[in-house]
Each structure stands twice: as C-alpha cells, then as structure tokens.
C-alpha cells in the first residue's frame, strides 16, 4: 500500500512550487509597474511647478518694474523712437523694446523679455510679456508670463506653463 501512494504524489511538491513562485512573480512585476508609473508621475509634477514658478517669477518681475514707472509713456504717443526699459531681472540687467501699433483710438505698446535662470540649456527659463493699451485717459496692463522647466526647446519633456495679470 505504501508503494501505490508514494508513485501517485510524486511531483505534487513541485506543481506547488511552481504555481506559488508564479503568484509570487506576478504580484512582484504589478507592484514594480505600479512604483514605475508612480515615480514618473511625481516627476512630471515637479517639472512642472519647476515651469508655474518660472512663469511667476518673470511675471513678478515684469510687474514690479512697470510698477516702478519703467513702463510708462506719455499719451499720446507722439515718440518716433520706441522706448527702451533697463530692468534688472534674474540676476541679468535686460532690455525690455517696446514696439507701438495703434488700432482706430487705441495705441497698443508691446515689450517682450526672454530670461534664463542660467546660461545652461536644461534650466528653467521664462518669457514674459507686457502690453499697455491706452484708450483715452485709461491705460490697462496686460501681462502674460510662460515658463519653462527647461530652455532646451528639443527636449520632448519640456513643459510649459502660463500665468496672465490684467490690471
């Protein structure tokens, strides 16, 4: 009796193995995709806060030079020369040309300033705008900051993000 049970077991603990060490494999490779997907979504959200306060800091600095008056111009416009504001931003002195249009009674100025936060490719650099439009005696500001995580425009993980101030 014992010779029938011994042939009819064999392999028994084998099977077991088997099927223990592929549950074991399969709940191993679904918690390594999980950890995958997980760290390349905290990446992608610290690249882009690193791009939102790009963007604000050259919002806030386009807005605390035109509120240090190195943005205003006489109405009516009557300079042939565009003016040219001397701002110190991100550590860099920058000049900021402003270009005139004028549409029907509203005179438009335009200036634009590109800043990087170093001279490498893969910091973080901004692109801010300012525009003043004069109707009358009433001037509105128009400011439009992008930010970067990266100034490399090549680079597929390059986020932008934007931040706009009417005043």
Sequence with gaps: ?????????????????VLVSSILLAVGLAIL????????LSSAARESEV????????????????????????????IVQPP?????????NENVVLGRTTVGSQTHWTGRLNANFDDTESNPCFKVSIEKHYEGANVKTHIES????????????????AIKLDY
């Excluded at 939102?52 to 800091?57: G, L, N, R």
């Design 84 to 92: 040219t504001a001397a701002i110190f931003c991100n550590d860099k």
């Design 51 to 78: 791009a939102f306060y790009a963007a604000d800091a050259g919002l806030e600095c386009m807005f605390r030079w035109d509120l240090a008056g190195k943005f205003v111009i006489p109405e009516p416009p009557s």
């Design 33 to 40: 995709n999980i950890s995958t997907k997980e760290v390349a």
């Design 1 to 17: 009796m014992k010779n029938y049970y011994q042939q009819h077991n064999r392999g028994y603990t084998l099977l077991f193995s």
């Design 146 to 161: 992008r930010g970067y995580n990266t100034c490399d425009t090549g680079n597929l993980r390059r986020l932008e993000r």
